[in-house]
Structure formats: structure tokens, C-alpha cells
């Protein structure tokens, strides 16, 4: 009888704690950024910066995401020197990009090319 009881509360204050997990869960945003689209049509390594800092990189056919605190992101889209020939930097460093990301959002990008470089462009989520 005595683990009958104490299994009860123990399984009920599982229930009671699933609130509080799904409330910290939403002090974050999504930000996912693709190159899975032949927009940049290069065979270099594209580097991610957000706030100035290296985050990911991204060959053809990928993506990364990341889980950010809510507010402005400046993000940064440079080309990386690597093993293909080519692929070395320009001298100018590029411009950033600024977002609001809201906590609870799933915003998704992808990486397109313009006269002034490469930039990211709002994509539909598709799931």
C-alpha cells in the first residue's frame, strides 16, 4: 500500500511539473538559416556570424538552427577560405543583417545572392 501511494504522488507530480518545463522552453527563439536551394551558386564554404561571431558553416544542401534569446540578432554572411580554390575572402567585410526574434517564433531563411552580395531571404517553413 505504502508504494502504491508514494508511485500515485510521485507520477501526479510529473503532471504538475509539465507547466513549468513548457514556460522556460519559451524564453527562446528559432532561427534557421538554409542553403539547401542553388540561389549562391559557389562551391565555397559560407560562414554564419551572429553578433560577430562565427556560428556555423554551411556548405550546398544544408541548414543549422539555432536557439536564441528574444531580441535583435545582427547576423553576418561571409565566405570561408577553405580547400576549394577560390574561396578566399574579399577584403570588405560584409554587412549585417539585423532580426527581431520574438520568444516562442521559428523563423526560417535561406541564403541568396544579390548585386551587393549575399543576404538572407524569409522561406516558408515546411512542416
Known amino acids: 500500500m505504502r508504494w502504491s501511494a508514494l508511485s500515485l504522488f510521485g507520477f501526479l507530480s510529473l503532471f504538475a511539473a509539465i507547466p513549468s ?20 551558386s559557389t562551391s565555397c564554404e559560407i560562414g554564419v556570424y551572429i553578433q560577430d561571431e562565427l556560428a556555423a558553416r554551411l556548405f550546398q544542401e544544408q541548414s543549422t538552427a539555432f536557439n536564441l534569446p528574444p531580441g535583435n540578432v545582427s547576423l553576418r554572411l561571409k565566405l570561408l577560405p577553405g580547400q576549394v580554390p577560390g574561396c578566399n575572402p574579399g577584403m570588405l567585410v560584409p554587412g549585417a543583417q ?3 526574434l520574438k520568444a516562442g517564433d521559428v523563423l526560417k531563411y535561406r541564403i541568396a545572392m544579390s ?4 543576404y538572407l531571404k524569409t522561406a516558408v517553413l515546411d512542416y
Open 115 to 118: 548585386q551587393e552580395g549575399m
Open 98 to 100: 539585423n532580426i527581431v
Open 21 to 40: 518545463v513548457h514556460a522556460a522552453g519559451e524564453n527562446y527563439g528559432v532561427l534557421i538559416i538554409s542553403r539547401e536551394r542553388l540561389e549562391v
